[in-house]
């Protein structure tokens, strides 16, 4: 299974803001798994070898937000980081909204970063 064009735009944005040296693995991901647990979504990766053994059990994302058209509230993102390289990604909606089996217009906005105003990523059609 490959990556929807939303879930590999929102890791990107993820890794360039806050781990720029994982970028390197982007291409190289691909879905093990997606499965939708209510107002979460949670995508695991294949594997990447070799395991290089560094950063592990990094949470990433928390501070990313993203409005999708049809929502009402938005959703959320964290990336795990195991062994050197991502390892699964969960979307989440605020209020236990139901997540879009297609999301086409999205902004992503980063909030809170600590001593910077919020960086926007206005994304188009996916």
């Not at 360039?16 to 982007?26: A, D, I, Q, S, V």
């Not at 879905?31 to 950063?55: A, H, L, M």
């Not at 909204?97 to 206005?122: D, G, L, M, Q």
């Amino acid at each position: 299974m490959k990556l929807t064009e939303f879930e590999l735009d929102s890791i990107r944005i993820i890794l360039e803001r806050e781990k720029p040296n994982l970028l390197k693995y982007l291409s190289q991901l691909s879905v093990s798994s997606r499965k939708d647990y209510g107002g979460s979504r949670v995508i695991t990766f294949c594997e990447i070898w070799p395991n290089i053994g560094q950063e592990t059990n990094l949470v990433l994302g928390e501070m990313l937000y993203c409005e999708v058209q049809g929502m009402g509230y938005g959703l959320g993102f964290l990336l795990f980081v195991d062994g050197g390289a991502p390892a699964a990604l969960e979307i989440f909606s605020h209020c236990n909204e139901a997540i879009p089996e297609h999301i086409s217009f999205y902004e992503h906005i980063w909030s809170c970063f600590p001593n910077c105003a919020s960086v926007t990523h206005v994304m188009g059609t996916a």
